[in-house]
């Protein structure tokens, strides 16, 4: 199995609410990733995880909330989100965070806030 | 912030022509990646080249790496109206590693 499977597909959230993005992979990756990809713009890392713990956090703000509560799954909580928060976010996995590998993505969560 | 430049930012074709994509990068990496994003989907990944080699090949693709130049071209051979997508280059953010940064990625469109 060499998926990486996030749900849901899309999301549509108003700014007071609070939701959750969800990440599986099954291939014994031990790093895994969230970014953020505006239209048209590259992806941008949000978070790293290796072996379970947060690695990396590249300022974002404190309304995303990333969680790993085992090697194959990662969350990703929202919380007042603003409407230019509006993306789709990726997640992706790899063997290990500092190893040359390729990354597997997942299809993505397209989120909207209102 | 993203390392990586790309031209041409869109480029247009014609089905069985060659595609040719740049790439620029500005710090000192021991690994170069490609990826592929179809409209509203996740990237996959093309073909990584490493810093001592200068050319790799994958089917109809062929990446060279000019480290001396900081630069990086992906050439697609024989172009199908399926290879109609956004293509990424990526780079470690330190010298190496799998925690990358993007180019700003070239859209191509093959007209069948």
């Known amino acids: 199995d060499t998926e990486v499977t996030q749900t849901p597909k899309h999301l549509v959230m108003g700014m007071t609410n609070k939701k959750s993005l969800k990440c599986e992979q099954h291939?014994?990756?031990?790093?895994m990733y969230w970014y953020k990809q505006k239209a048209k713009k590259p992806p941008e890392l949000m978070f790293v995880?290796?072996?379970?713990?947060?690695?990396i956090n590249e300022s974002v703000p404190s309304r995303f909330s990333p969680e790993c509560p085992n090697s194959s799954l990662l969350n990703l909580h929202l919380h007042a989100l603003q409407p230019e928060d509006s993306a789709l976010y990726l997640c992706?996995?790899?063997?290990?965070?500092?190893?040359?590998?390729?990354?597997?993505f997942g299809s993505g969560t397209q989120l909207s806030v209102l | 912030s993203q390392q990586g430049e790309e031209d041409p930012q869109a480029l247009s074709i014609q089905e069985g022509e060659n595609a040719t994509m740049n790439c620029s990068y500005k710090?000192?990496?021991?690994?170069l990646q490609w990826y592929r994003q179809n409209s509203g989907r996740g990237l996959v990944h093309l073909i990584l080249?490493?810093?001592?080699?200068r050319e790799k090949h994958s089917g109809r693709l062929r990446v060279t790496l000019d480290t001396s130049k900081k630069s990086s071209s992906l050439l697609i051979t024989a172009s199908r109206a399926a290879d109609t997508a956004s293509y990424f280059c990526?780079?470690?953010?330190?010298?190496?590693?799998?925690?990358?940064?993007f180019g700003e990625g070239t859209q191509l469109t093959v007209n069948p």
């Open positions: 992706a996995s790899s063997g290990w965070e500092l190893t040359n590998e390729k990354l597997f």
């Open positions: 291939m014994g990756h031990r790093a």
């Open positions: 995880y290796s072996y379970e713990k947060l690695s």
């Open positions: 710090t000192s990496i021991n690994n």
């Open positions: 080249i490493r810093s001592n080699e």
């Open positions: 990526a780079t470690p953010l330190e010298t190496s590693g799998s925690r990358l940064t």
